[in-house]
């Protein structure tokens, strides 16, 4: 591998390197780039030393030697090439364009470029261009409508990690504008606020017959994020085909595509929309609605090639933090590598993402109606669905479900069993019922 001028390669990290040079580059280059420390020009792996250590003056540089601040815009970790530990740093373009060494400000002396396969001093003018196009109303600088906030989930799910938040955590996870007031990440954050996630389930294939409202929210954006994973995690339900030679299980929806899809939504929202993404569970598909556009900065073309512009890098950092995301740009082209690029729909205010079902509960309840639809009531229907996407599911449960009673319960099961429609494989506590 040679580099490129998206990859970079640093033989080891010194006191007198210029690597905030590199990195600024980088951050104002509008596809991001890769710098890897342990491997000479050649792209030989020779390894580093100390890795741990490297890691933590990487990221203290980058936090005190660059403006504005990139915290959330870069990933660190640990790999390893031709059994050499080395460090790889992912930094995504930023979106307050231009970055600059803090020491020299916004001039060609603090401002760098990537030219090919160098770091070159930005002109004047290019300086001056990005500088009037910068985004200003990015969360960090709104200020929160509320001023009286508490953090105690905060400091919860840090020390869930093994973290902990100093007294001086609202600087350092930028939770203050510049005059000392808390901005409106602070306020997504917060134990309370007005801001509301709903989760809705539709009978039809339409918006027309809403069967379930959830809403999770009034609280920390995190509380709301676990929230909807544990939700979605009972509603991905497995289907089980039997053959031959083995059984095979089939959720709903691919489990990581699916939890990449709900944090993306949740952390790259437009919250200055004042509206939170939204999730919608149709009989054959899911579909999640999260406000904004493509960052100017990014065409659809990049977005598929996961290069990552973070539209709210204060919440990428903290998601960051407690490993609710695991690294720059990893979340899109695992969605597309299970769904394609046709699962995303762009518009001028919103994104939105349709995951179809691996098997769609109308077309079991479509032949069951086909066959006998003076017959079979709408309970037995449910039954029917219900099994379709838990083939293990017990007569108590479905009475749960249903709430109908276990005479009622079993009088169906019978009844559908006996007119053909399904079927019990193996014994009342081990099997599984079966379609026909």
Not at 3 to 24: A, F, G, Q, S, V
Not at 166 to 176: D, H, I, S
């Amino acid at each position: 591998m040679k580099e490129t001028n998206r990859i970079e390669y640093k033989l080891e990290l010194t006191p007198e390197m210029d690597i905030e040079k590199e990195i600024i580059a980088f951050l104002n280059y509008r596809e991001g780039g890769y710098i890897y420390i342990g491997i000479d020009r050649e792209g030989n792996a020779i390894g580093v030393h100390d890795t741990d250590g490297c890691m933590l003056k990487l990221k203290d540089r980058i936090k005190n030697n660059i403006s504005p601040s990139a915290m959330g815009l870069f990933d660190i970790s640990r790999e390893e090439k031709d059994g050499c530990p080395i460090i790889k740093l992912t930094i995504a373009s930023g979106s307050e364009k231009p970055y600059y060494k803090s020491k020299y400000g916004m001039t060609p002396k603090g401002c760098f470029i990537r030219v090919g396969t160098s770091s070159e001093p930005m002109p004047p003018h290019q300086i001056e261009r990005l500088f009037s196009s910068r985004v200003r109303n990015s969360l960090g600088k709104i200020v929160s409508p509320r001023q009286e906030l508490t953090f105690e989930q905060l400091h919860i799910y840090y020390q869930e990690r093994g973290k902990s938040l100093g007294r001086n955590f609202k600087k350092t996870l930028e939770l203050l504008t510049e005059t000392d007031r808390y901005n409106y990440v602070a306020y997504l954050l917060a134990d309370e606020n007005r801001n509301s996630v709903k989760v809705a389930k539709y009978s039809s294939m339409d918006r027309c017959e809403l069967a379930e409202k959830n809403e999770y929210g009034y609280c920390s954006l995190i509380k709301a994020t676990k929230s909807v994973l544990a939700k979605f995690e009972v509603e991905n339900k497995t289907a089980s085909t039997i053959t031959p030679a083995e059984r095979i299980d089939v959720p709903l929806w691919n489990p990581l595509a699916l939890r990449e899809a709900i944090i993306n939504a949740m952390v790259h929202n437009d919250y200055t929309y004042e509206v939170a993404p939204k999730f919608e569970i149709f009989p054959d598909r899911l579909e999640i609605t999260s406000a904004g556009s493509l960052p100017d900065t990014l065409t659809k073309e990049d977005f598929f090639n996961g290069i990552s512009i973070p539209r709210n890098k204060e919440l990428m950092r903290i998601y960051g933090d407690i490993e609710l995301v695991e690294s720059l740009g990893s979340g899109i082209p695992r969605i597309i590598g299970a769904y394609g690029k046709e699962c995303f729909l762009f518009s001028d205010n919103f994104i939105r993402i349709t995951l179809p079902m691996a098997f769609s509960k109308n077309k079991v309840t479509d032949k069951v109606t086909d066959k006998v639809t003076d017959k079979v009531t709408d309970n037995q229907k449910r039954i029917i669905e219900i099994i379709s996407g838990n083939p293990k599911v017990s007569q108590a449960e479905l009475g749960t479900i249903l709430g109908i009673s276990k005479r009622h319960i079993t009088r169906n099961m019978l009844w559908l069993q006996n007119e053909g429609y399904i079927r019990r494989i193996g014994s009342n506590k081990t099997g599984h019922w079966e379609i026909l």
